[in-house]
């Protein structure tokens, strides 16, 4: 069964860390994608990357960065943690053609104190 | 991509079909209409997609009209499981996004 997967379930960090959320995919998939999700916003893209070492911002990439070193690992960062960043956050991949679509990972529920 | 719109929820009786509509009045000629659902605690996870043609698979069906401008998600027999989110989504062929709204949430009741 492919699968995309995110390292950690739940997480509860500081204000002021450093986060580092991790997803990996068996797929051998070009695409990643990092989305959060919020009550009342749907689902917002923060990064995507089509292939190792390169990445294109999305809709709210304020506060993030990401890093794809291999193909099959796609990491979100933020660098400083902060209470707005307490939400949903997941990643998904996709071949290099989106036509069948994306396959999601279960979440990080990343809550930030 | 296009802008969707979808009622923010809706009921359904078990075993009973449940049909999703979905509005894109601005859909360009090259988009294409995906649906996606999100069952609570998980990633979503893609449903069907299509052009122009109507489009059948192993989970639902998809009613695309014959002017674009909407669609309609069939569930043919809905079951408890299918309670969710529902996403309708238009892209772009060869586009690396897809941009998920708010969606529709579907309660299956029995």
């Known amino acids: 069964d492919v699968k995309v997967t995110q390292s950690s379930r739940y997480l509860v960090k500081r204000t002021g860390e450093k986060v580092f959320l991790e997803c990996v995919q068996d797929?051998?998939?070009?695409?990643m994608f990092w989305y959060r999700q919020d009550p009342g916003l749907g689902l917002r893209l923060i990064y995507f990357?089509?292939?190792?070492?390169?990445?294109e911002k999305g809709d709210i990439p304020e506060g993030y960065s990401v890093s794809r070193e291999k193909k099959e690992r796609f990491s979100l960062i933020l660098e400083s943690a902060s209470t707005n960043q307490t939400s949903m956050y997941l990643c998904?991949?996709?071949?290099?053609?989106?036509?069948?679509?994306?396959?999601f990972g279960s979440g990080t529920r990343l809550t930030v104190v | 991509d296009a802008k969707t719109t979808q009622p923010p929820s809706m009921d359904c009786a078990e075993g009973r079909a449940a049909n999703l509509p979905c509005n894109h009045s601005?859909?360009?000629?090259?988009?294409?209409v995906y649906w996606y659902r999100q069952i609570h605690s998980q990633g979503p996870q893609y449903i069907i997609h299509?052009?122009?043609n109507n489009e059948t698979n192993e989970m639902a069906s998809l009613i695309i009209t014959e002017d674009r401008k909407s669609s309609t998600l069939i569930l043919p027999h809905a079951t408890l499981r299918d309670t969710a989110v529902y996403y309708c989504?238009?892209?772009?062929?060869?586009?690396?996004?897809?941009?998920f709204g708010t969606g529709t949430r579907l309660t299956v009741i029995p």
């Open positions: 989504i238009v892209r772009v062929d060869g586009a690396n996004n897809l941009f």
């Open positions: 998904a991949s996709s071949r290099e053609t989106i036509f069948y679509g994306y396959t």
């Open positions: 601005t859909i360009s000629g090259n988009e294409y």
């Open positions: 990357s089509y292939d190792v070492k390169m990445k």
């Open positions: 299509g052009l122009k």
């Open positions: 797929m051998d998939h070009e695409n």
